[in-house]
């Protein structure tokens, strides 16, 4: 489960037709965030 902060950072990426890659390393969490200008 993301939580309610990702599905909203999701609807606004897809919004202004960008891309959401989450990752998961051990402790670590990674978001990459790409928008399209």
Known sequence: ???I????????????????ILKSD???FIAELFLNS
């Open 1 to 3: 489960g993301g939580g």
């Open 5 to 20: 902060g990702l599905l909203n950072v999701q609807s606004s990426v897809k919004k202004y037709d960008g891309n959401l």
């Open 26 to 28: 051990g402790n670590k």
